[in-house]
């Protein structure tokens, strides 16, 4: 299905376009469709779901008209959609329900992990695992149960026969110093092989400890880039940070990542070195939990 989040995106830039070059301010035309001023920013700035009766209404008070009037439509039918993330509501986090939603329209996922295994990867165990680790940080705004059950339907979508191409890179720094039980690493460790070995629409490599990144500065957060089957549907860089996701759309801040991407992946450890690494690192956690 086509991503709701990322047509909401479109549709607000749309609409704020169409609204200033007629030279109305947000508060008439919020007057005019007798809704308030608030309404007109969320709608704007992709922060609510539409209403496709108030889209009508805009239209028509902004002029449009003909094919233009007939693709918005479109576009606002689109971003009014319900994907199988909506079911889960709050239970899964609002974190994770962007990144289904984005992950549901994507053509191909370009991403730089250095804190976690990204979630389309991740085994039951280690989600757990995972979850532990951020009731260390106080109370959880999710609920578990739930947010595992619908990870594991986000990798079913990924996985699925129509689902991203996706070009992923983990840094060996997460692989190393991650609290999680050494068995349930390992265990991790050995389903990445798995799952890249078979993948075909999977490339996966492991930025090693001693790489250097040639032509400028490493990644300062986890990153994850977006880009979708309609050409007018904008790539975003979405920046996995402490408190939030920052969502990039803007071309000339895409094409940083996208470069700062290339870099990290040709500075990266081959596919076959990759996944020799990450085995050997399996086999070094078998040890030390023997010992």
């Not at 319900?82 to 191909?108: F, H, V």
């Not at 801040?253 to 992946?265: G, N, P, Q, S, T």
Request: net charge neutral.
């Amino acid at each position: 299905m086509t991503s709701p989040f990322v047509r909401r995106r479109r549709l607000g830039a749309e609409l704020r376009t169409l609204r200033e070059q007629s030279g109305m301010t947000a508060d008439e035309l919020a007057r005019r469709i007798y809704r308030s001023r608030m309404t007109i920013s969320k709608l704007e700035n992709a922060r609510c779901r539409p209403d496709i009766g108030d889209i009508v209404k805009i239209m028509k008070i902004l002029g449009v008209t003909g094919d233009r009037f007939d693709a918005l439509f479109k576009i606002a039918c689109d971003a009014a959609e319900r994907g199988w993330w909506d079911n889960y509501g709050d239970a899964m986090g609002p974190r994770q329900r962007m990144y289904a939603d984005l992950e549901s329209g994507a053509a191909s996922i370009h991403g730089y992990y250095q804190i976690a295994i990204p979630g389309i990867l991740q085994t039951p165990d280690f989600i757990w695992a995972l979850v532990d680790l951020d009731r260390a940080d106080g109370p959880l705004p999710y609920q578990p149960e739930r947010m595992v059950q619908a990870r594991l339907q986000r990798q079913e979508v990924a996985f699925s026969p129509d689902g991203p191409k996706c070009h992923l890179i983990l840094d060996e720094f997460l692989l190393r110093r991650l609290a999680v039980p050494r068995n349930v690493m390992r265990a991790q460790l050995l389903h990445l092989i798995e799952e890249a070995s078979s993948q075909p629409r999977l490339r996966l490599r492991v930025l090693d400890i001693d790489a250097r990144i040639e032509g400028g500065f490493s990644a300062k957060s986890p990153f994850s880039i977006y880009n979708f089957p309609d050409a007018d549907d904008a790539a975003m860089a979405v920046a996995d940070t402490v408190n939030t996701d920052i969502v990039h759309t803007e071309a000339k801040d895409v094409r940083r990542y996208i470069e700062l991407h290339r870099r990290l992946w040709d500075a990266s450890l081959s596919e076959v070195r990759s996944l020799d690494l990450l085995e050997a690192t399996a086999n070094r956690l078998t040890k030390l939990a023997g010992s």
